[in-house]
């Protein structure tokens, strides 16, 4: 147990979005074992102590983040694979980076993020949102087991045949609801040589936003991307993506988008799975943040596509800036039904989310401008997207959070809650509750 005047308590007690980082735990159970965090429960309970479990560190809305007890699962961060079954069994608190070191030297991977420091944990009890998605399915879609401690401290192992209603609700649900999952057994795959790019437009946007919306759900599924707009006057739009094929074959895909406007910078490269993701990851120095996301069902119309602009080029600003993104989703996500797991939003078609950043340098009054700003470019976003929302990008101020982030799967997440949470020891502001 870390209590504030211990060693490296500081940077431990940190979360990764500034925003929350006033918020710091009057202790924290290191844990290292599935008894760890057995004991680090029931001292909690006994003690009538908040508590707040932490993997990664990575919530947008600082629920890892606690006055109380923070029951960090970090040190469990092992990776074994069985080269027989193709499984890999991960500790509660393996991150994106020791997916990377461990399945690059065996050829390997599930479907990752982009960011090293994001907690596998927070990733696919969310669903589980990245590049190979499409082709491969979410993070959440190749979970074969998981164990988790409940707050009786009973640990449980949970699988298609052992516990299924709470292995459905650990495929999407969310963190932080119905336990500390201690392990996580995943199906890998393996991976090859593929094409990643990189294009940034500088001009034309309003030509080239609409020609991506409607142009980019019709990729194969070996195809997958994310494009950012950022806000502010001067034009500029990324796209970033990777394909299981050659440079070739994503040139012939994006000629149409090429004659709608040529871009700028253009960099394709084909590599090594893993040194491909080198080229695709993005940096993890915490920031001060606030993300809200819609997911898009049908084609943003060329009226969608004028909203977004329109509200990017408003931007009031901020010392770190802003954008709009998109993730392309569809594929084998869409294959598996809306209820066959915990997440809902499988028929959408991309995932859109605004990001806003500042620094310690904004003031109050900068901050309030840029929240309005954003709240509303969020709402004027619903009748070009859907009022879904991805559990994993949590947002404090999404209103109708439960139904956004759950839809018609809430009922069942309730019961389950009802089942193996009864006291409601897991609670943060946004938890699935014991009722409706
Ligand atoms: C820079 C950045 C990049 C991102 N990129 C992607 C991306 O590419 N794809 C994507 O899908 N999402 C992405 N996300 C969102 C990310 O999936 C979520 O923020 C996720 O919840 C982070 O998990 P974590 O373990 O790092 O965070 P934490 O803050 O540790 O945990 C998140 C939630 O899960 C709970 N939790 C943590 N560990 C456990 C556990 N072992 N058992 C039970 N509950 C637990 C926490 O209490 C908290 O409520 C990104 C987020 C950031 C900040």
């Given at each position: 147990m870390l209590r504030r005047d211990s060693f490296d308590f500081t940077r431990i007690a940190a979360p990764w979005n500034l925003r929350f980082a006033s918020v710091v735990p009057a202790g924290i159970a290191r844990c290292g074992s599935a008894d760890d965090v057995r004991t680090a429960l029931l001292w909690a309970e006994a003690n009538n102590v908040p508590l707040a479990i932490r993997s990664g560190g990575h919530s947008?809305?600082?629920?890892?983040?606690?006055?109380?007890?923070?029951?960090?699962?970090?040190?469990?961060?092992?990776?074994?694979?069985d080269g027989e079954s193709g499984r890999a069994r991960l500790g509660?608190?393996?991150?994106?980076?020791?997916?990377?070191?461990?399945?690059?030297?065996?050829?390997?991977?599930?479907?990752?993020?982009?960011?090293?420091?994001?907690?596998?944990?927070g990733l696919v009890l969310g669903g589980g949102v990245g590049f190979s998605q499409r082709l491969r399915g979410l993070t959440c879609?190749?979970?074969?087991?998981?164990?988790?401690?409940?707050?009786?401290?009973?640990?449980?192992?949970?699988?298609?045949?052992?516990?299924?209603?709470?292995?459905?609700?650990?495929?999407?649900?969310?963190?932080?609801?119905?336990?500390?999952?201690t392990s996580f057994t995943f199906d890998t795959f393996p991976v090859g040589v593929v094409t990643v790019f990189r294009l940034v437009w500088t001009s034309r946007l309003s030509d080239v936003l609409p020609a991506l919306l409607d142009h980019l759900p019709a990729m194969p599924d070996r195809f997958g991307c994310k494009f950012l707009v950022d806000a502010g006057q001067a034009e500029r739009l990324e796209l970033l993506g990777q394909f299981v094929?050659?440079?070739?074959?994503?040139?012939?895909?994006?000629?149409?988008?090429?004659?709608?406007?040529?871009?700028?910078?253009?960099?394709?490269?084909?590599?090594?799975?893993?040194?491909?993701?080198?080229?695709?990851?993005?940096?993890?120095?915490?920031?001060?943040?606030?993300?809200?996301?819609?997911?898009?069902?049908?084609?943003?119309?060329?009226?969608g596509a004028r909203t977004i602009l329109d509200y990017l080029r408003r931007f009031p600003g901020t010392h770190a800036g802003a954008n709009w993104k998109v993730f392309l989703a569809g594929g084998a996500v869409a294959k598996v039904a809306p209820d066959a797991t915990a997440f809902v939003h499988r028929q959408a078609l991309m995932l859109s989310s605004i990001e806003l950043n500042w620094t310690a340098d904004d003031d109050a009054a900068t901050l309030a401008r840029n929240e309005?700003?954003?709240?509303?470019?969020?709402?004027?976003?619903?009748?070009?997207?859907?009022?879904?929302c991805y559990q994993n990008f949590i947002d404090p101020a999404e209103t109708n959070y439960l139904r956004a982030y759950y839809g018609t799967n809430l009922e069942r997440l309730v019961e389950i809650k009802r089942r193996y949470d009864p006291r409601n020891v897991f609670r943060f502001a946004q938890s699935i509750p014991l009722s409706l």
């Open positions: 947008y809305a600082g629920f890892s983040t606690t006055a109380g007890l923070l029951i960090d699962v970090s040190p469990m961060s092992h990776v074994a694979f509660g608190g393996a991150r994106n980076t020791d997916v990377h070191a461990t399945f690059a030297r065996l050829g390997r991977s599930i479907t990752h993020g982009r960011c090293q420091g994001v907690g596998v944990a879609d190749r979970l074969i087991e998981t164990e988790i401690v409940t707050a009786s401290g009973e640990l449980l192992r949970c699988s298609a045949e052992e516990n299924a209603d709470l292995f459905w609700a650990c495929r999407g649900g969310g963190g932080g609801n119905f336990g500390v999952n094929g050659t440079e070739g074959e994503v040139t012939a895909l994006l000629a149409p988008l090429l004659r709608s406007a040529r871009p700028a910078q253009q960099d394709m490269r084909t590599l090594p799975y893993w040194d491909a993701q080198d080229f695709l990851s993005e940096d993890d120095t915490p920031e001060y943040v606030h993300e809200r996301s819609r997911y898009l069902y049908r084609i943003a119309s060329a009226e309005s700003w954003l709240a509303e470019f969020h709402a004027a976003m619903q009748p070009h997207a859907s009022a879904e």
